[in-house]
């Protein structure tokens, strides 16, 4: 399991400027890192990976534009590919591919 951070919000009358939600969004990033932590999970660093390109995000400030969706994508194919070299290999139960625990 890979924990992955929420990305910023950006204001509507100024991509250029972070929403007051943000600071919402990095009080829950916080805390989940220090749940990731806890349980020794990885994160997905995707907020730090769009918060200093605005020209990512659309109009409306929370969505992301072709350019921000295919740096996001990148980026969670590159943390899936390294956490799946470390470890077990990925078993899939339907649709939902978990990481058997590794031996100890």
């Not at 400027?17 to 916080?30: G, I, K, L, Y």
């Amino acid at each position: 399991m890979i924990l992955a951070n929420t990305t910023p919000v950006r204001r509507k009358d100024d991509i250029s400027t972070f929403a007051s939600e943000t600071d919402r969004v990095r009080e829950r990033n916080r805390l989940a890192r220090g749940i990731a932590a806890t349980h020794k999970m990885p994160v997905n660093d995707l907020f730090g990976c769009v918060a200093d390109h605005p020209e990512y995000f659309t109009e409306d400030g929370v969505h992301f534009n072709l350019e921000g969706q295919r740096v996001l994508g990148k980026q969670v194919a590159r943390i899936v590919l390294k956490e799946g070299k470390r470890g077990a290999e990925p078993t899939f139960a339907g649709d939902v591919a978990t990481r058997a625990a590794p031996e100890t």
